[in-house]
């Protein structure tokens, strides 16, 4: 009788501090999420008496005065509108790049190619004051175009960088059968290799969606006018106007806060995958 080999046990790793230190980084995030919303139900005396209980009278005007509020929704279509066309605009004109970085050969590839990511290293905030320069020289000051093509502009480095990596890992094999077939290297392109690149491009849609949303300072050097404000700078504005009205505000915050977080529940389980994609292959 041929004796049965038994494969050595694998040790299994203490995964117990990993999971202590991601619950308390999480109870740090979530907790002032939870305050907010909290608060939000709450008039001011009782946020000054009790701010972390529970709302003894759960009082919703704070939150339907502001969803009733018109610049509340302008706010909202103008951060839409420039969230949405950055993001297009980068993941196109990143997936175009990606694809020239990862499929082919040519001189002075990989100098292009640490151009680009070197912009990951410039911080933006030190670039605030040329970009205004730059733009009021173009005429796109008060203009959605200002903040859109700034935005785009950094963030294709990371962008760039999260897709070439996928493109790299498709096997070459693919691309030759397809040219076989008669494919155009545009064609393996879009008919091919986008659709195959889809957890990478939900991850920096994500990305650039965010951040786009987030974007303060940005918004605040290009408009002027209180109609093309969007939700970070309508809340500095609203807070102003209400700054001895605190649980108003922290219901703005929350209403601010839903769409960016609704986008982000929808398409986070791409982001891990999309992030490690193309990892393992150089």
């Known amino acids: 009788m041929s004796r049965q080999r038994t494969k050595p046990a694998t040790p299994r790793r203490n995964t117990l501090p990993l999971h202590v230190i991601a619950s308390v980084v999480g109870l740090f995030m979530v907790i002032p999420v939870v305050y907010a919303l909290l608060g939000g139900f709450k008039d001011n ?7 972390f209980g529970l709302p003894e009278s759960w009082i919703t005007a704070n939150y339907t005065d502001v969803l009733g509020s018109g610049s ?20 196109a004109l990143a997936a175009l790049a990606g694809f020239v970085f990862a499929r082919f050969a040519f001189r002075g590839r990989e100098l292009f190619f640490t151009l680009f990511t070197a912009g990951l290293m410039f911080p ?12 009021r020289t173009f005429g796109l000051l008060d203009n959605p175009l200002g ?3 700034t935005q785009a502009a950094f963030g294709l480095p990371l962008t760039i960088i999260i897709l070439r990596g996928f493109f790299r890992s498709i096997p070459g094999e693919i691309e030759e059968a397809a040219t076989i077939d008669g494919c155009t290297p545009f064609g ?6 986008l659709p195959m690149a889809r957890p990478a491009i939900a991850t920096v849609s994500v990305l650039a969606v965010v951040g786009s949303w987030n974007n303060f300072m940005l918004p605040l050097v290009v408009f002027s006018e209180e109609s093309s404000w969007t939700l970070p700078l309508g809340i500095q504005q609203f807070q102003g106007q209400y700054a001895s009205d605190t649980a108003r505000i ?5 209403l601010a806060m839903v769409p960016a977080l609704g986008f982000y529940a929808i398409a986070e389980r791409h982001l891990v995958g999309g992030l490690t994609a193309g990892a393992t292959k150089g």
């Open 188 to 193: 393996f392109f879009w008919r091919i290799l």
């Open 45 to 51: 005396s009782e946020l000054s008496g009790n701010p």
């Open 147 to 149: 903040v859109i093509l």
């Open 250 to 254: 922290l219901a703005y915050l929350i």
């Open 72 to 91: 509340f929704w302008l706010q909202v279509w103008n951060s839409t509108f420039i969230a949405v066309i950055t993001t297009v605009l980068t993941v």
């Open 124 to 135: 933006f905030a030190v670039a605030i004051l040329p970009i205004f320069v730059l733009l």
